[in-house]
C-alpha cells in the first residue's frame, strides 16, 4: 500500500532536533517506508539528520509518502504528531522566564 | 547559512580538554564568549540553557556529531563553535555510540529559522561520505577550517 499526504509544519520552531527525533522514533516503530518531501527533496523519515537537512520552518508544506504493510497507521501517527505540534508545551505563546530557551 | 556564517577560526577547537558533557559545553562556551568579547549573558546561564536542552532529549544525532543548541537572550546572529574530542564524550547520543565532534550553535531566541538553517548546515555535511572522517583525521586548526570551507562551497 502507498499513501501520500500534505501536511503543514505549524510548531513556531519547525522541525529542529527534538521534532525530528520524534518523527524518526515513530517512524521506526512500523514496518513501512516513510518519506518526507520538500520542493522535491526527498529524505528518509527515520533519520533525525535526513530530517534536519529539510530545515522545515513553521509554514513549510510537506508530503509525507508511506509504503507498506502498515502504511495507512504509520501515516496517521506520524500526520497525527505534526498537528500536535509535536506536544511542544510552549509554542511561544507564554511569556518564558528571562529568554533562555534551549528548543 | 554557511558554516563561515557561525563557526569561525578563532572557535574552532583542534582537541577539547575535557571529556564531560557538561565541562565540553562550558568549554566551548567560554571560547564563543572570549572571541566574539560577549560580556552577558554570563557563562554558567548559556551553560545552564544547553545543559537544559539537552534534558529534554540529547543532540547527540549520530555518527559521532553532537549539536547543543540554545537561544540565547541578546544575540544578533548565531554564534557557533566546533570541537574535537579523540577519546570521545559520553552525550547519551541517540545511537549511544561516544561524540567526537560537537558543534555548538547559539541563536537570537527571535530567529528560529536560523536555528533551523545552522542545524541543516551541520545535517547536509555529516552524511556526506567522508564530512567525519576527514574532521576527525585534520591535523590542525587550518585544516578543520579548510574542511568547513569545501563543505561550504560543494553544497549550496
Keep these: ?103 | 547559512m554557511k558554516f563561515s556564517d557561525f563557526i569561525i577560526r578563532g572557535t574552532v577547537i583542534k582537541e577539547l580538554k575535557n571529556n564531560d558533557k557538561k565541562d565540553v559545553i562550558q568549554e566551548m562556551v567560554e571560547t564563543i564568549k572570549s572571541v566574539y568579547k560577549l560580556t552577558t549573558p554570563k557563562t554558567a546561564e548559556i551553560v545552564e540553557a544547553l545543559m537544559k536542552r539537552e534534558k529534554i532529549g540529547s543532540t547527540g544525532i549520530g555518527h559521532g556529531v553532537a549539536v547543543p543548541h540554545a537561544k540565547i537572550p541578546g544575540l544578533k546572529t548565531v554564534l557557533g563553535a566546533f570541537g574535537r574530542s579523540r577519546d570521545g564524550i559520553d552525550f547519551n547520543a541517540i545511537d549511544g555510540a561516544p561524540v567526537n565532534l560537537v558543534f555548538t550553535i547559539l541563536a537570537p531566541p527571535d530567529r528560529a529559522e536560523a536555528n533551523l538553517q545552522a542545524l541543516q548546515r551541520v545535517s547536509q555535511s555529516i552524511r556526506q561520505a567522508n564530512f567525519c572522517k576527514f574532521l576527525k583525521e585534520a591535523k590542525d586548526i587550518k585544516e578543520i577550517v579548510e574542511i568547513f570551507k569545501e563543505s561550504d562551497e560543494n553544497i549550496k
Excluded: Y
Design chain 1, 1 to 103: 500500500m502507498q499513501l501520500e499526504k500534505d501536511v503543514k509544519i505549524t510548531n513556531k520552531l519547525g522541525i529542529h532536533v527534538r521534532p525530528a527525533s520524534r518523527i524518526a522514533d515513530t517512524a521506526n516503530k512500523f514496518k513501512s517506508k516513510i518519506t518526507f518531501i520538500k520542493d522535491g527533496f526527498e529524505v528518509n523519515a527515520r533519520s533525525i539528520i535526513e530530517l534536519l537537512t529539510l530545515a522545515a520552518g513553521q509554514n513549510t508544506a510537506i508530503k509525507i509518502k508511506s509504503e507498506g504493510e502498515d502504511a495507512e497507521a504509520a501515516l496517521q501517527a506520524i500526520v497525527n504528531l505534526i498537528e500536535s505540534n509535536f506536544e511542544e508545551k510552549n509554542n511561544g505563546n507564554k511569556k518564558r522566564d528571562r529568554g533562555f530557551t534551549g528548543d
